[in-house]
């Protein structure tokens, strides 16, 4: 009888740490948006950005009303979108202090994306995913304290050149904000 005793003394404590244990796995999701507005305050299009349990971080973008082609697109240090020029939202989220491009060696900037295709019939969708920013607390998050923001600029980025691939003027912002 005391064998069984301690049996089930046992059985429930591995019981309780191991609920414990998976009650403490952080399965948090967070997200964010960004409403895209061209340079004079129209509405362009939405992008979201959701990161589950500290993986990487999924942005899909949609926009409408845009010059077909390709264009550069970057999550940059402010969280201003001031028309029409969008100076105001800073140059490019850089916290780790690398060079501008996914094809640079020396980078990228942990704000650089793939270039957003636009159709003929001006409408884009991106859906790409990163492990150089997080949403979650810490030195990569786009939730600072002074923000961020996403931009489209007018022209394609060449993926090398610093400090924004060649990509043009910016033509569209939308500021990043937790949901």
């Known amino acids: 009888m005391k064998a069984g005793l301690v049996l089930i003394i046992i059985i429930s404590a591995v019981l309780i740490?191991?609920?414990?244990?998976?009650?403490?796995?952080?399965?948090?999701?967070?997200?964010?948006?960004?409403?895209?507005?061209?340079?004079?305050?129209?509405?362009?299009?939405?992008?979201?950005f959701?990161?589950?349990?500290?993986?990487?971080?999924?942005i899909n973008v949609d926009v409408r009303g845009l010059k077909p082609g390709l264009h550069g697109i970057h999550i940059h240090n402010k969280g201003k979108c001031i028309g029409p020029s969008f100076t105001s939202a800073g140059e490019h989220y850089n916290p780790l202090g690398k060079e501008h491009g996914l094809k640079n060696p020396k980078g990228p900037h942990a704000g650089d994306l793939p270039n957003l295709k636009v159709g003929e019939d001006g409408t884009g969708h991106m859906s790409v995913t990163t492990e150089r920013v997080t949403l979650s607390p810490g030195p990569t998050t786009l939730l600072t304290a002074s923000g961020t923001s996403l931009v489209i600029h007018a022209d394609p980025d060449d993926q090398m050149t610093n400090p924004a691939g060649k990509s043009g003027?910016?033509?569209?912002?939308?500021?990043?904000?937790?949901k």
């Open 17 to 48: 740490l191991a609920t414990t244990a998976c009650a403490r796995e952080d399965t948090t999701t967070h997200s964010a948006i960004a409403v895209m507005k061209d340079a004079k305050g129209n509405s362009v299009g939405l992008a979201t």
């Open 169 to 178: 003027a910016r033509i569209a912002c939308g500021i990043i904000e937790k």
């Open 50 to 58: 959701t990161e589950e349990a500290s993986g990487p971080v999924y």
